[in-house]
Structure formats: C-alpha cells, structure tokens
C-alpha cells in the first residue's frame, strides 16, 4: 500500500510562508501582552513608591519634632528633681505638662508588603523601604513606652504631698530619660535611613503647630 501526501494548494513555499505569518502574528501578540503587563507592574510601583514616600516624609518630620523636644524634655526632667530636692514636704504639681510626641503612619507599607506589587520591586528598593519602616515601627513602641513612664510621673507629681511619691519622683525621672534616650537613638538612625531614601520632611505631617522648646520653660509648681 502506497500513501501520498496531499499536494499543499499553492505549494510548501508558499504555505511555509503562510505558516510564517501566523507564527510572528502569534509571537507579535504575545509581546504586546508582554509589554502591556511590564507597563501595568511599572505603573503600579510607581503609584507604591509614591505613596510610601509620601507617608515616610510625614513620619519624618513628625520625628524630626520630637527629636527637636529632647533638650528641653531633659531640662524638664532636671527641673522635676530639682524641684523634688528643695520642696516643702507638703508640696505637689497637680497640674505638670510633658511632652508632645506625634505618633506615626505605616498603614501604605502595610499595604505594599502583602500586594503583589511589592515583588515587581528591586531587591534592593525592598530592603531600604523594609528598613526604614522597621525602624518606624521601633520608634513607634520606644515612644509609647516614653509616654507611658511620663504618665507615670506626672501621676507621682500629683501625688508629690505623699512622702512614698515623693521617695518615687527620682526612680520615675531616671525612667523616662532611658527612654528618651533609646526614643532618641533610634529616630537618628532612621532619619540616615530616610536620607538614603532622598525623603525630604512634608510639613503637612503635622496638623497643628507646636512649640518643640515649650518644655524649657519653667517648671510651674
């Protein structure tokens, strides 16, 4: 038995050529898909990176004023013991101000680092932004931290007329100033974190103005 092959109807080099065409059709449209996909992923991290750093400027120039409070909530804390030394037994402050330290924003990194997004990133982008908002995050619980051991002492200032609060005012001093000072340490670092960023402060990060010397004045017993 003998099989032949059916004649192509205008010949194999034509309908090679036909083939051809279907073929870089075919890899034409793949790689406009291709392209339409990069450009989605491009516009998509650029939208990100816009609104991270639109978040990490406010963060950073809600730290760069509580940095700005640290001389003078340490010239607070001394005038606490000096006033701690030389009041009458009787004495209290009912009425003692601290200090005002913003709070701050990770919600757009909270975002990122679960979409898909994230991962259309450099490694390295990755890592710095990781960084950064690692370090927020620690300013975040040393300040919560600070603000508690200052409630504590304007609590034991309250109280000063108590002779166990006032034995009390020095140990609650010597708190607060630790974490000032971790507070301090780590908003540092992460104001070199953001300088490699390029992020610039946004005034807009505070929604009201504030006197970041208003503790150097003195201390209204």
């Not at 109807?9 to 051809?20: C, I, M, N, S």
């Not at 760069?64 to 030394?85: F, G, T």
């Not at 140990?171 to 992020?199: C, P």
Request: glycine letters at 6%; charged letters at 25%; a neutral charge.
């Amino acid at each position: 038995m003998h099989f032949r092959l059916p004649k192509p109807l205008h010949g194999w080099r034509e309908f090679a050529g036909e083939v051809g065409i279907i073929v870089i059709g075919v890899l034409i449209a793949l790689g406009a898909e291709q392209l339409v996909e990069t450009l989605h992923w491009r516009a998509s991290v650029s939208q990100m990176r816009e609104a991270m750093r639109s978040e990490l400027a406010i963060d950073r120039t809600r730290v760069e004023i509580n940095l700005a409070q640290d001389r003078c909530i340490n010239a607070r804390l001394d005038a606490v013991l000096r006033w701690s030394a030389s009041a009458p037994a009787g004495a209290r402050i009912p009425n003692a101000h601290g200090p005002l330290l913003w709070n701050y924003h990770t919600s757009t990194w909270d975002i990122t680092k679960t979409s898909p997004t994230a991962g259309h990133f450099s490694l390295k982008e990755q890592l710095m932004y990781a960084g950064a908002y690692d370090s927020i995050a620690n300013e975040q619980r040393y300040l919560f931290e600070e603000q508690g051991s200052w409630a504590d002492l304007l609590a034991t200032l309250a109280s000063a007329d108590r002779p166990e609060s006032r034995g009390k005012i020095e140990h609650d001093v010597a708190i607060a100033r630790l974490h000032l000072r971790t507070r301090d340490s780590n908003g540092r670092s992460l104001l070199s974190q953001l300088d490699k960023l390029g992020i610039k402060p946004d005034p807009a990060g505070l929604p009201i103005r504030m006197d970041p010397h208003g503790l150097c004045r003195p201390l209204e017993a």
